[in-house]
């Protein structure tokens, strides 16, 4: 392999790790703080990019997408939680069957409202060029994932370290009863942050948009590589969410051209070394029994 070929998938391997935080972080949070295993966070994802078709579509503005569909599944998830979830806490079984028929029911509208076709949104305008860089010209769409990806990370490494809220997510982490017991209305915490999960994959959908598409299926390998990411950098904490992705993404990426026919199984290697090694995750602690 060249060493223009090595720069060129290294990028696309930071882009795509970059893609996979912005998907993992919600999922992680919610997993971590209200004890949930979401596995319709796939279909909140490829729901966030089809509302993006729309909104472009109707308006032109790839930008106005990027505010209008997490709005939209922020919406659906402050519906989602307490009319169904709220009920489940602690109870895992019953939330995956639950989330599995959500998401069945979300990626079946999908394709009642918007058809099951193969469809494309093309990057925003500035941004739908490519820049000339070691090893030949690189699209600067996939430049722009990766500085909003780290953007992003510093404002929720931010947010989650500085500010009341954060300091509520990380004590909800450690030991949500007592925080409910301290007086904070848990019930209304864990809402806004099943909220702010499915935010977040409906927004790494429209940011994932224009470098993979719209089509069948997406769903479901977002949710692998989001569960991925979240095995191996650890459950309820930022920092996981980052390494698990800085981990994944290139490794996937160099997996695709080294090992063509083998990539997955080197992903799942990983997941497996990391669990042997440290079962918790890269960046995971020992859970407080609830």
């Not at 004890?35 to 909104?55: I, K, R």
């Not at 099951?116 to 010209?137: I, K, Q, T």
């Not at 864990?190 to 940011?207: I, M, N, Q, S, Y």
């Amino acid at each position: 392999m060249s060493p223009e070929l090595v720069f060129q998938q290294a990028l696309n391997g930071l882009s795509f790790g970059a893609l996979l935080f912005i998907l993992a972080a919600g999922l992680s949070l919610v997993f971590g703080m209200m004890d949930v295993v979401n596995l319709a966070h796939g279909a909140f994802y490829m729901l966030g990019a089809y509302v993006a078709l729309s909104v472009v579509q109707r308006t032109g503005s790839f930008w106005l997408a990027m505010v209008v569909a997490p709005l939209a599944l922020a919406a659906l998830g402050l519906v989602l939680e307490p009319l169904l979830l709220r009920r489940l806490r602690g109870r895992h079984l019953d939330q995956v069957l639950l989330t599995i028929g959500v998401s069945l029911v979300v990626v079946d509208q999908i394709g009642v409202v918007w058809g099951r076709e193969v469809r494309s949104l093309a990057a925003p305008a500035g941004l739908d060029g490519s820049v000339a860089l070691y090893g030949g010209d690189y699209p600067l769409y996939r430049l722009f994932v990766i500085g909003f990806g780290v953007a992003l990370a510093a404002l929720l490494s931010y947010v989650y370290s500085r500010t009341k809220v954060g300091m509520r997510i990380r004590a909800g982490v450690e030991d949500a009863e007592m925080l409910g017991a301290l007086g904070v209305d848990t019930d209304r915490l864990f809402a806004l942050t099943f909220a702010a999960g499915a935010a977040l994959a409906g927004l790494a959908g429209v940011v994932a948009a224009p470098v993979f598409g719209l089509q069948p299926g997406m769903d479901l390998d977002a949710l692998l590589y989001s569960l991925v990411v979240v095995v191996v950098g650890g459950l309820g904490t930022l920092g996981g969410a980052v390494a698990g992705s800085v981990l994944v993404g290139p490794a996937d990426t160099f997996g695709k051209v080294v090992f063509q026919e083998f990539a997955l199984a080197v992903i799942f290697a990983i997941v497996a070394l990391v669990l042997l090694l440290k079962p918790t995750g890269l960046l995971g602690r020992i859970r407080i029994a609830r």
